[in-house]
């Protein structure tokens, strides 16, 4: 009988890992299409989570009337978010552009440091690499990233707009009350811990980017607002965002500046920043909400990275949250949500008060 049993679980789980195995697979050959759709989610999650602030903390504002304002803002947002670095990309391309002797000063120096005596400047190796014949990749890369943009907002409107048949869906689905329950329970555990990521990540991205903005300023970095912006944006990435938030502007410090003081001390502002930060506020703010190892934070950035992309990187934390809490619902899967975990109880995410931001 127990040989019986072992056989069985050793079966159990080599299908599991097989499963797991084909569904990597075909993520990743269905990247053009799955990778739009996913954003479209976490975008409608987001305006979703909005909108419930915004009943919650606007007196006089409707759950009805709450969405058409979430929409409304998240588009203003985006839109002048788009507008800030259409205006600022030009002219940081075309400083990069005039820092070229500078670099390639500091690589001869650094070239000496190592013994080479030929360092490669930066204008042989532009001729080596050609530049012109990646400009088709570029233009056909930017033509992709517009049609996304499109897919994207006409998912979420999709989305957004058949949300209120989930209740009729889940009593399809499910027949009894008890699996209807689980379900819903399940979905909400998912949305919590997604909201919750994303406003913390939000606001400690705020945080960071504000005060680098003050850093960057005070020593007089040019282009410290379009900095502040790019590091914003790349704190949504695990680790990697944290890395380039911190190392970037010193090293267009030395670029910029004849002397190095200034690099030093952005370098030692930024640090400070991120250890307080991701150290001290972030903990605080985020609890147990998500309630994933932070290997497996590492792990799931490599994996939804190498699968998708830049796409993959900034949801790897969002997508592994969901699929910790869906594993957990299944017997056969349980294990794997547990070794997701950071303490073993993969069920176990805080929530947050109903249309409220995490305390």
Known sequence: MAAAVSSSAVTRNATVLLAVIATGAT????????????????????????????????PGVSRRAALPLAVVLSLAIFGGSAFFIAENATNFGGQLVGYTPKLNSLIAQG???LG???????????????PAKYLGIVARGLQNFTATAGFVLVYAAFIIA???NFERKMVSLFRSREERQEAVAAFLRIRDGVERYLWVQTITGLMIAA?????????GLNDAAFWAFLIFIVSYIPVIGGLLGILAPPVF?????????????????????????????YPRMQGRSLNIDPVVVLLALAFWGAIWGVVGA???TPLTVMAMVILAQ???????????????APHQLREAKPGAPPD
């Not at 739009?36 to 903390?57: N, Q």
């Not at 005060?211 to 020593?219: C, D, H, N, R």
Request: avoid cysteine; charge should be neutral; aromatic fraction near 10%.
């Open 253 to 281: 410090a030395l670029l910029q500046f004849d002397t190095i003081w200034q690099a030093i001390v952005l370098f030692a502002v930024l640090n400070t920043i991120g250890v307080v930060v991701g150290n001290v506020i």
């Open 211 to 219: 005060g680098s903005w003050i850093a960057m300023t005070a020593v």
């Open 162 to 164: 058949s949300r209120g």
């Open 27 to 58: 993520l990743y050959w269905l990247a053009h299409i799955l990778t739009p759709l996913a954003l479209a989610m976490f975008l409608a999650v987001m305006i979703d989570g909005f909108a419930r602030v915004l009943a919650h903390r606007l």
């Open 111 to 113: 070239a000496n440091m």
């Open 330 to 344: 299944f017997e056969g899967t349980r294990w794997i949500a547990i070794m997701l975990s950071a303490d073993g």
């Open 314 to 316: 900034f949801l790897s």
């Open 116 to 130: 080479i005596h030929a360092p490669v400047s930066i204008s042989t190796l532009a001729q080596q690499l050609d």
